[in-house]
């Protein structure tokens, strides 16, 4: 879906309330990005040098995902897949579970032969997602917002789920701390939109404070 059909399908409140709220979150993310980057530079030192060594390829994953408004941009992470992995086996689980989203639960593919030895760990613990404290700091996420999509997730989408579009798409999420592979799909969407439509930073600040313990329980983590 083209840029500017998501922003003339955002309603005028959103778009609103969405100018008042990036001002008052920019500092936030720009702060905490920064002590994030420096606190968790060894953490990802050693995520480097273990992708390094683990399997052939670069260690950072670049992937596009689309943004606030429907822009796009290139997502970080560490390389947590093979070299040349299929993309459509990922494709293809995301069309099947937007057509069974209510009882399809949103977790990443089960038992994926894909993922490298490093990889299950550094997704279990999240830590294949620190690079994405770059794309914060050059403002291309927030610390907290919805999940960062696909654009052939986009293509299937209902007009329902549009309004998480007028935030930026975030490191943490309602369904990262409430959800994380314990809801259904469909749920997942609901909490992403009801995120979107009350998002405030008193809404972030609790969010971050408690992503470390979603995080540390594991639970829901594939």
Do not use: C
């Not at 030192?45 to 995902?65: C, Y």
């Not at 404290?133 to 549009?162: A, D």
């Amino acid at each position: 879906m083209p840029q500017s059909s998501l922003i003339s399908q955002l309603s005028d409140e959103l778009v609103k309330r969405g100018r008042i709220q990036r001002v008052a979150t920019r500092g936030l993310d720009i702060l905490l990005a920064s002590v994030g980057i420096l606190l968790s530079s060894p953490f990802m030192l050693v995520a480097l040098l273990w992708v390094a060594i683990d399997s052939p390829g670069p260690v950072l994953f670049r992937q596009q995902r689309v943004g606030r408004g429907g822009r796009m941009f290139t997502m970080l992470k560490f390389r947590s897949m093979r070299t040349g992995a299929d993309e459509n086996v990922h494709k293809e689980y995301v069309q099947k579970i937007y057509t069974e989203g209510a009882s399809t639960v949103a977790a990443k593919l089960h038992n994926d032969d894909r993922v490298t030895r490093s990889g299950k760990l550094l997704r279990k613990t999240s830590l294949d997602e620190l690079p994405q404290l770059f794309n914060i700091l050059g403002g291309s996420m927030s610390l907290v917002g919805p999940r960062p999509v696909l654009p052939y997730e986009v293509e299937v989408m209902g007009p329902e789920n549009l309004d998480r579009f007028a935030v930026k798409p975030g490191l943490t999420g309602p369904w990262q701390v409430y959800g994380r592979g314990r809801v259904t799909f469909l749920e997942m969407m609901e909490l992403d939109v009801s995120y979107a439509r009350k998002a405030s930073v008193f809404t972030d600040l609790g969010l971050i404070i408690r992503t470390p313990l979603a995080v540390l329980s594991g639970k829901g983590a594939k």
